[in-house]
């Protein structure tokens, strides 16, 4: 029998309430729930207009963020671009990034790996994107 785990994302447990961001964000984290040793994937569904209060970068590990659906835009450190369905946005380690749904809200796809268990998340910086 082959190694491998199938779940189905919007099962997965929604950490954004236990954070205080719901319901502007609902997000999804099932590395766990899928075994995984290396790669690590999210869902993000960001209501109309709501902006993560924060930013965030990395120590070791790029990410690689697909816009599913809807529209909005993101932040790199002090570039902001817009970004519309199907939007691959490619982020290095050290790259502040934070992301903000249009008026039809956005879902994200994240992809990276090693995962924040390993210590790989840098502390967040709140209200990192001010207007």
Avoid at 65 to 94: C, E, F, N, P
């Amino acid at each position: 029998m082959g190694d491998y785990t199938i779940r189905n994302l919007k099962e997965v447990e929604d950490s954004a309430p236990k954070f205080g961001l719901s319901p502007g964000l609902e997000a999804r984290f099932p590395r766990d729930l899928l075994d995984s040793e290396a790669a690590g994937i999210s869902y993000q569904r960001l209501a109309p207009n709501f902006r993560i209060p924060f930013g965030h970068k990395h120590k070791r590990q790029e990410e690689v963020y697909v816009l599913v659906s809807g529209s909005g835009r993101v932040k790199l450190d002090d570039d902001v671009r817009d970004i519309k369905q199907w939007d691959v946005v490619r982020v290095a380690r050290k790259t502040m990034r934070c992301f903000e749904a249009g008026p039809e809200g956005a879902e994200i796809i994240a992809f990276g790996a090693p995962g924040p268990d390993l210590g790989d998340a840098e502390e967040p910086a709140m209200n990192w994107w001010a207007d």
